[in-house]
C-alpha cells in the first residue's frame, strides 16, 4: 500500500519506494565485487527484513542462496529490551559459508551484536552485515556494519517490513509514525 492508506499515522515520509530501490541497486553492485565468484549465503532476519531480502536477492547478479533467523529483541513497545531469544534458527549448516546478514534496521545494536557473535560461533568463512537503516545509537556499539543502505534519525519508522504492533510492513516508503499513535496522546 502506499501512505494516502494510513492518512494521519505518519508525520512524514523519510525515504520512498523509489530511493529503496536506487539505493539496492547501489549496494548489489558493492556486494557482486565483492563476492565475485562466491556462493553467498544471505541471512534474513524476520519478520523485518522480508522486503529488504525479496528486493535486494533479486536485484544481485549471483547465485544466492537465503537462509531466514527470527530472533526478538522487541516487545510490543518502541524500545530495544536488549533480551535477544532465538525463535527460529537457521536451516543451513554455516561451516566454511560466505554469509551476509540482511537487516531491516539497527537501533541500539544489541540484537546485531548479539546475532554476530552467535553466527560467527558456526564456523562460517566470513559474516557481514548489510542494513537499510541505521539510527544514531548503533554508533555505541562496536559492529562492525559493511553495507547501509541510509542513516536515519532517531525517530520511530515504520514501512517496507518495518512495523509498530506488526502494521504497515506492507507500506511501500518509509515514514516516521506519529507519537500519537503509540504515546496514547
Ligand atoms: P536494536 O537491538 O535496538 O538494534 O533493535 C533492532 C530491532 O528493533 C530491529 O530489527 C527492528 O525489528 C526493531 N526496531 C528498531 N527501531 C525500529 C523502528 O524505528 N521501527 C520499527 N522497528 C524498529
Ligand atoms: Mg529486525
Request: proline share 3%; hydrophobic share 45%.
Amino acid at each position: 500500500m502506499d501512505s494516502s492508506h494510513v492518512d494521519g499515522e505518519l508525520t512524514s515520509i523519510l525515504i520512498t519506494e523509489a530511493e529503496i530501490k536506487d539505493r539496492l541497486a547501489e549496494l548489489s553492485r558493492e556486494i557482486e565485487a565483492d563476492y565475485a565468484g562466491a556462493n553467498v549465503l544471505l541471512v534474513g532476519v524476520l519478520k523485518g527484513a522480508v522486503m529488504v531480502m525479496a528486493d535486494l536477492a533479486r536485484e544481485l547478479s549471483l547465485p544466492i542462496t537465503m537462509d531466514w533467523m527470527a530472533v526478538s529483541s522487541y516487545g510490543s513497545g518502541t524500545k530495544s529490551s536488549g533480551v535477544v531469544r532465538i525463535l527460529k534458527d537457521l536451516d543451513s549448516d554455516l561451516s566454511g559459508r560466505r554469509v551476509l546478514i540482511v537487516e531491516d534496521i539497527i537501533d541500539s545494536g544489541l540484537t546485531l551484536s548479539w546475532l554476530l557473535a552467535n553466527l560467527k560461533s558456526r564456523g562460517p568463512e566470513s559474516v557481514e552485515i548489510l542494513t537499510l537503516l541505521r539510527k544514531p545509537d548503533a554508533a555505541k556499539v562496536d559492529v562492525d556494519v559493511r553495507y547501509v543502505g541510509f542513516e536515519i534519525p532517531n525517530e520511530f519508522v515504520v514501512g517496507y517490513g518495518l512495523d509498530y504492533n506488526e502494521k504497515y510492513r506492507n507500506l511501500r516508503s518509509i515514514g516516521v509514525l506519529a507519537p500519537h499513535m503509540y504515546d496514547g496522546s
